[in-house]
């Protein structure tokens, strides 16, 4: 069977393997771009157990690592017939500074740069199977950044503390959404249509940095708080929905999915598209175009 195929970043847990899950019931083949050989192997058992007829295809790649997501994109470009579905997922709240081998802070690479050059290495086959559609998942904690400077904040590798970690995190989501709504004015939404969304509070992996935090998962699973199920299917209504088959350019709540705007002070269409071209810039000194 022909069947449309959807690509997930951060699909082996919390929202990604619940969207995964669900997509392939809905028939996609499902594309895992993942850092887990063994959580992958799960991934794909679950999948199996829910649509045993789905493709499932693996893609290794650390999207901390810019070559590596660009890498990924080729790969996912040879091997699959076409992409009608890209959901760029996988983050990560880091609570002290880490930089990459490739001098990045970490965060910012997984959570923003990663996705970008994954998503510009697959825009051409995207477009060729149109219509398709891109999900940025954002965050909340994008109201948490009160500044954007892209040149700088791109390039930022200061240490921070736990306390400060939060709006460093929330910048780099507010970078997804300025992305996401920049990049719509790119492409041709009767083509490839983009939006982002803000999944709500999940109880996920996505905090594995603080001390006790897989203690505080399980009580807050036990009590019911913070189920990925509801962040999903925020995903998924974008992803799949058909009332959201023309809309480009949206961010979207868990709650409904009431349109949002993109927070101050990356609302205005001139700052959005400074990040873009710094984020270019930033992308070609390290040799990716």
């Not at 480009?248 to 709540?253: E, I, R, T």
Request: net charge positive.
């Amino acid at each position: 069977m022909d069947h449309p195929v959807a690509v997930i970043t951060g699909a082996t847990s919390g929202l990604g393997r619940v969207a995964a899950l669900e997509l392939a019931r809905r028939g996609y083949r499902i594309g895992a771009v993942v850092r887990s050989r063994k959580k992958a192997e799960s991934l794909r058992s679950e999948v199996e157990a829910v649509a045993s007829d789905i493709p499932f295809d693996v893609f290794h790649a650390d999207l901390g690592l810019i070559s590596q997501a660009r890498r990924a994109g080729e790969e996912i470009a040879a091997r699959l017939p076409r992409v009608d579905v890209l959901v760029n997922n996988a983050g990560l709240h880091a609570f002290s500074q880490r930089v990459t081998v490739e001098g990045l802070a970490e965060m910012t690479a997984v959570n923003y740069l990663g996705p970008f050059v994954l998503t510009q290495a697959l825009t051409q086959l995207l477009a060729a199977s149109a219509p398709a559609r891109i999900v940025n998942v954002a965050s909340e904690a994008a109201r948490q950044a009160r500044t954007i400077a892209p040149a700088e904040d791109l390039r930022r590798t200061d240490p921070y503390t736990r306390r400060e970690s939060m709006a460093l995190y929330g910048r780099t989501k507010l970078m997804t959404i300025m992305w996401t709504q920049e990049l719509a004015r790119r492409l041709d939404p009767r083509q490839v249509t983009v939006n982002c969304c803000d999944p709500g509070f999940n109880a996920t992996g996505l905090g594995r940095d603080l001390p006790g935090s897989g203690v505080l998962r399980r009580l807050l699973n036990v009590l019911g708080v913070g189920d990925p199920r509801k962040g999903a299917g925020i995903i998924v209504r974008l992803a799949s929905d058909p009332a959201f088959a023309l809309l480009s350019g949206g961010y979207f709540s868990v709650r409904d999915a009431l349109p949002l705007e993109c927070p101050e002070p990356g609302r205005d269409a001139r700052v959005q598209k400074e990040l873009w071209h710094e984020t270019v810039a930033l992308l070609a000194e390290h040799g990716v175009g």
